[in-house]
Each structure stands twice: as structure tokens, then as C-alpha cells.
């Protein structure tokens, strides 16, 4: 829980001379939670809480998400402090290795992976694929309709016709318009990655050639580059945590983890009434905890030919304060009259 880290952070905070904010993502199947715009004004709140100080340190993890959503994380971040660092217990991938880009130095554990920042654009206008009987739009990556193009070159050579054909047929399966974005957004990715890389590399060449790999050279989206790799292959300004700054990395990891219930597999089978997943968690010392959670209910329903089926019916789904969400906790069966959650106050011994 928030109110065990708090003691975690203020070791490691002194330890590393550091102000701590941490955001978690959750990846957890099912429940997976990407970096969003909406997080932004949060961030705001916690920056200033914290106030203007010398170095604050962004507790990270992360599967990616909106790209603009980061690139303005990073900004804001910079305008309250001299020094920016990031600290990664495990991943920041996609979009949470462009934040971690534009940090002066990324503190990395053995277990921690940064990953590409090529991007995939999910729009109405995307392809449709069925899942679970609703049709939904497929991602579609903007280094994956490179690569076809590409592909289709190497095989065919400079016959233009037969490349107008394969462009054809590409605009047939993906929208135009969401091809155009995609162009759009490639070249907007390698100008967000050279602006934030500035800070840590100055080698011009150098800088060409991790953002040469970060966005396509890797060869695909999943693609995880550990400790070793950022510092001696690619350059980038890695710092190893102290073994007694990596314990308390790892206390606080853990338990966030184990709060999000990132090893948990979640069976509506199982569930007979409420539930509350947390999803996402922005917290700090001075801000407190913001919590990303969905809360539901789930029930058994018998069908018209007599088979029994689950009903997951969503109630409530975005961001909490910790005000409510660390004193309280769900039990099954506590839907008032209205279709409300009712809380109950958890003891000394609660959940």
C-alpha cells in the first residue's frame, strides 16, 4: 500500500538526493493501460505538491502509450526541477523509452528494459478485427507498413508499375488517411527522439544511429534492449543503482505490483459481486496516490436455452484519490439499491 512506500521513498530520496514521482502502467492481461493525455493535469497537481526543486527522479513502468502524452510528461517534468532522471525497476517501453530519452540519466536494475519507439496508430479509420464477437481496430505500426513497402522494393526491384499495384492494394487494407498518419507520425517520432536525446548525447553521429535503432533498426516492437546494451551499444547515460538503492527499488516495485495485481489472473468465473482493479498509479510524498481503476460487477445469468453465463458489467472506470482508495476496499455483494460500490473501512489487519 501507498502508506508503506511512503517510508521506501524517503530512503531512496535520500539516498540519490532526489525528489520521487512514480507512474505504473498497468500490463496485466486484460486490464493493460497504455500513457494518456488524461494523466497530464495529475502530473500537474503532484509537481506541485512537490514544488520547484534540484533533481527529481521518475519511477517508471510502463508497456508504452500516447507518444505526445509522453513527450509533454517530460516537459512538464523539466519546468520543476534542474535535474531529471528516471528510475526503471523493470519496463519503459515504447513510449516509456521516449521518456526516458529525455531524462540527463536513466537508472537502470538488471531486470529493467528499454524498448523501440516505433509506433502503432489505432484510429476508427484502422482495419477491423473481431474479438470476443465485437469488432474492434487493429493497431497498425508504422514501421510494419514500412517494412512491406520496403520488402515489396527489395523483390521486385524498380518495376513502377508493379509498385503502384502494391501501393494499391496497401490503401485497399489500410485507409489512406491512416497511411498518411503514419508517415506523419515516423517522422514525428525521430524529431521528438533527437530533441530529447540532446540532453545525453552530443555525438551528432552517434545520435543518428540510436534513433536509426530505436525506431526501425531493431527489426521489431517487441525488441528489448537491457542495461548493457543502453549504455555500451547505444551510448546512452546509464547509471547502475547501489545495492542498497536496488533492494528499495525493488520493495517498491513489488509492491506496486503485487497491489495491481500484475502476476493475478483475473476469472469473472471466480467473482460473485463487486470487484476494483487497479489499472494505474501516480503517486509522490508530498502529492500522495492517484490511483486508474476499473470497478465492476460480476454475475452469473442464465440464457434463453438454459445455459448459465457471466455478466461483467463495468460501473466506474478512471482515476481515484488515494483519500478513498487506501482506506477502503471492496467485498463481494456491495451493490446498494442504485447499482452503487459501497466501501468498507479496512482495520488494522484489512485488505
Given at each position: 500500500m501507498y502508506s508503506d512506500r511512503v517510508d521506501l521513498y524517503e530512503k531512496l530520496e535520500n539516498m540519490r538526493q532526489t525528489k520521487i514521482i512514480t507512474?505504473?502502467?498497468?500490463?496485466?492481461r486484460g486490464f493493460e493501460t497504455q500513457i494518456a493525455q488524461d494523466v497530464i493535469d495529475l502530473f500537474i497537481d503532484q509537481l506541485d505538491e512537490i514544488g520547484v526543486v534540484k533533481k527529481i527522479s521518475l519511477f517508471l513502468y510502463t508497456r508504452g502509450g500516447d507518444t505526445a502524452a509522453a513527450w509533454n510528461i517530460v516537459n512538464l517534468l523539466k519546468m520543476y526541477c534542474d535535474e531529471f532522471e528516471v528510475i526503471i525497476p523493470h519496463k519503459a517501453?515504447?513510449?516509456?523509452?521516449?521518456?526516458?530519452l529525455g531524462a540527463d540519466c536513466i537508472v537502470m536494475t538488471k531486470q529493467a528494459?528499454?524498448?523501440?519507439?516505433?509506433?502503432?496508430?489505432?484510429?476508427?479509420?484502422?482495419?477491423?478485427?473481431d474479438f470476443n464477437g465485437n469488432s474492434i481496430p487493429f493497431p497498425v505500426s508504422v514501421e510494419a507498413v514500412k517494412g512491406?513497402?520496403?520488402?515489396?522494393?527489395?523483390?521486385?526491384?524498380?518495376?513502377?508499375?508493379?509498385?503502384?499495384q502494391i501501393l494499391l492494394?496497401?490503401?485497399?487494407?489500410?485507409?489512406?488517411?491512416?497511411?498518411?498518419?503514419?508517415?506523419?507520425t515516423r517522422s514525428q517520432i525521430k524529431m521528438l527522439?533527437?530533441?530529447?536525446?540532446?540532453?545525453q548525447i552530443k555525438d551528432a553521429e552517434v545520435l543518428d544511429n540510436i534513433i536509426s535503432f530505436l525506431c526501425s533498426d531493431s527489426g521489431s516492437h517487441d525488441y528489448t534492449i537491457n542495461r548493457r546494451e543502453a549504455n555500451n551499444d547505444l551510448g546512452l547515460n546509464v547509471k547502475k543503482p547501489s545495492d542498497g538503492e536496488y533492494s528499495l527499488i525493488k520493495k517498491i516495485y513489488d509492491d506496486i505490483s503485487e497491489e495491481m495485481g500484475f502476476r493475478d489472473v483475473f476469472d469473472p468465473r471466480t467473482i460473485n459481486g463487486a470487484y476494483s482493479v487497479k489499472r494505474g498509479v501516480l503517486e509522490s510524498i508530498s502529492g500522495g496516490s492517484d490511483y486508474f481503476i476499473t470497478e465492476g460487477r460480476c454475475n452469473q445469468i442464465r440464457l434463453?436455452?438454459?445455459q448459465m453465463a457471466i455478466n461483467n458489467e463495468i460501473i466506474f472506470e478512471g482515476w481515484r484519490k488515494s483519500s478513498i482508495a487506501d482506506?477502503?476496499?471492496?467485498?463481494?455483494?456491495?451493490?446498494?439499491?442504485d447499482g452503487d460500490l459501497i466501501y468498507e473501512h479496512a482495520g488494522d489487519d484489512g485488505l
Amino acid at each position: 500500500m501507498y502508506s508503506d512506500r511512503v517510508d521506501l521513498y524517503e530512503k531512496l530520496e535520500n539516498m540519490r538526493q532526489t525528489k520521487i514521482i512514480t507512474y505504473f502502467t498497468s500490463d496485466r492481461r486484460g486490464f493493460e493501460t497504455q500513457i494518456a493525455q488524461d494523466v497530464i493535469d495529475l502530473f500537474i497537481d503532484q509537481l506541485d505538491e512537490i514544488g520547484v526543486v534540484k533533481k527529481i527522479s521518475l519511477f517508471l513502468y510502463t508497456r508504452g502509450g500516447d507518444t505526445a502524452a509522453a513527450w509533454n510528461i517530460v516537459n512538464l517534468l523539466k519546468m520543476y526541477c534542474d535535474e531529471f532522471e528516471v528510475i526503471i525497476p523493470h519496463k519503459a517501453h515504447s513510449a516509456g523509452t521516449i521518456i526516458s530519452l529525455g531524462a540527463d540519466c536513466i537508472v537502470m536494475t538488471k531486470q529493467a528494459t528499454l524498448g523501440p519507439i516505433d509506433p502503432s496508430l489505432t484510429t476508427p479509420l484502422n482495419p477491423k478485427i473481431d474479438f470476443n464477437g465485437n469488432s474492434i481496430p487493429f493497431p497498425v505500426s508504422v514501421e510494419a507498413v514500412k517494412g512491406y513497402i520496403e520488402f515489396a522494393k527489395e523483390h521486385i526491384g524498380n518495376n513502377e508499375d508493379a509498385i503502384a499495384q502494391i501501393l494499391l492494394t496497401l490503401s485497399q487494407n489500410v485507409h489512406p488517411l491512416v497511411l498518411g498518419q503514419v508517415y506523419r507520425t515516423r517522422s514525428q517520432i525521430k524529431m521528438l527522439a533527437e530533441k530529447l536525446l540532446k540532453n545525453q548525447i552530443k555525438d551528432a553521429e552517434v545520435l543518428d544511429n540510436i534513433i536509426s535503432f530505436l525506431c526501425s533498426d531493431s527489426g521489431s516492437h517487441d525488441y528489448t534492449i537491457n542495461r548493457r546494451e543502453a549504455n555500451n551499444d547505444l551510448g546512452l547515460n546509464v547509471k547502475k543503482p547501489s545495492d542498497g538503492e536496488y533492494s528499495l527499488i525493488k520493495k517498491i516495485y513489488d509492491d506496486i505490483s503485487e497491489e495491481m495485481g500484475f502476476r493475478d489472473v483475473f476469472d469473472p468465473r471466480t467473482i460473485n459481486g463487486a470487484y476494483s482493479v487497479k489499472r494505474g498509479v501516480l503517486e509522490s510524498i508530498s502529492g500522495g496516490s492517484d490511483y486508474f481503476i476499473t470497478e465492476g460487477r460480476c454475475n452469473q445469468i442464465r440464457l434463453q436455452d438454459g445455459q448459465m453465463a457471466i455478466n461483467n458489467e463495468i460501473i466506474f472506470e478512471g482515476w481515484r484519490k488515494s483519500s478513498i482508495a487506501d482506506r477502503m476496499y471492496v467485498t463481494n455483494n456491495v451493490i446498494n439499491d442504485d447499482g452503487d460500490l459501497i466501501y468498507e473501512h479496512a482495520g488494522d489487519d484489512g485488505l
